[in-house]
């Protein structure tokens, strides 16, 4: 069993690194207080093959694995987690158009989508329906030239800063099979947002409610069949259940190598404080839960590679354990700072707010541990 990233692996995520770091951590305080990440800063990330990442070569993208993805976020979330995620919700939309979309949906919104000049949010959330998801109530009515939707989807990254959404909508009956797939353009009659949410984390991204309000879209917006929105919904989500964790995983490392040079430079009692073996016994602790959350998040997504027949299952481990273990980790590395850890000026207790949010989006925890003992009993 080899455990080494091959040599092509290695380079991808040695290129979003150095990326990282020249182009996006200077900045990151800066995204932050201002509320917003410029967007310049996207055609920048395409030109690295980073606005479709799975998306097959044959249509456009990078055709890289979700192997290969991960490593691309776990990276680009050693600058800002923040950034990478935002990243990840505008792929996850990309692949769901080049997966589900027709010959002319795909036409109209991919090639802008990969060159990173339309950037697309996700629309699932309601203010009454987070982890069932399937009780949403945003309805599409079929008009003769198209759709109108009526509703409201909250906690959406990029509202009104994004310039497409990709809408789970009710177009039949209660339940699953009632939910459709469709695309809003920004600017689209009867679209509208929300105030700027005051976040605790993840504050470089905008965040608003997205609402429909009579809001027309032509019928060729649908994405894939009619009744089918909820069974690509989930699709897309075991790799961004991946994607999330890769961000927690690459915020936290960068957490500890922070708080490694900080021990290093910070004398108590006439000594580095990283000579006390009790702060040692820490490190270690640390670097022992992060190598181990980096296996299993590569196993995960291997598996989900390779199709094997427990990935959703493999995929919900890895983002339950790899996400508190990242939160877990920055907590450590803030007090090991001590007050200093505290302050913004080091950047630490932003990874701490940044962190936070991903045991809660793309499933919570709870769902995920769900999701393993559903699988385990179905086993029996």
Known sequence: MDFALSQEA??????????????????????????????????????????GLYVPEDKGGSGLSRLEATLVFEALSMACPSVAAFLSIHNMCANMIARYGSDALQARFLPRALAMECFLSY???????????AALKTRAERRNDGYALTG?????????????????????????????????????PGLSFGGLEDKMGWRSQPTRAVQFDDC?????????EEGQGFR???????????????????????????????MRERHAFGQPIDQFQALQFRLADMEIDLQAARVFLRQA?????????????ACAMAKKFVTETGSAVVDQC?????????LADYGIEKLVRDLRVHQILEGTNEIMRLIVARNMLAAR
Not at 123 to 133: F, R, V
Not at 301 to 313: F, I, Q, S
């Open 152 to 188: 409201s989807k909250a906690f959406i990254s990029g509202g009104g800063y994004s310039d497409a959404y990709l809408v789970m909508c009710r177009t039949g009956d209660a339940g699953a099979g009632g939910i459709s797939a469709v695309i809003v353009e920004d600017g689209a």
């Open 123 to 133: 629309c699932l959330t309601e203010p009454g329906s987070g982890s069932d998801a």
């Open 232 to 262: 690509y919904a989930m699709a897309g989500l075991d790799g961004g259940r991946l994607n999330i964790a890769a961000c927690s995983l690459g915020a936290a490392q960068a957490g500890l190598d922070k708080t490694l040079a900080y």
């Open 301 to 313: 997504a291997w598996k989900l590679d390779t199709g094997a027949p427990d990935a959703t299952k």
């Open 216 to 224: 027309h879209i032509p019928a060729e917006n649908l994405l894939g």
């Open 10 to 51: 290695q380079a991808i995520f040695d290129m979003a690194h150095d990326f990282g770091q020249a182009e996006i951590a200077p900045h990151a305080q800066t995204w932050e207080r201002e509320g917003t990440i410029p967007k310049t800063l996207w055609p920048k990330l395409a030109e690295l093959g980073f606005g």
């Open 334 to 342: 803030l007090q090991l700072h001590g007050g200093y850890g505290y």
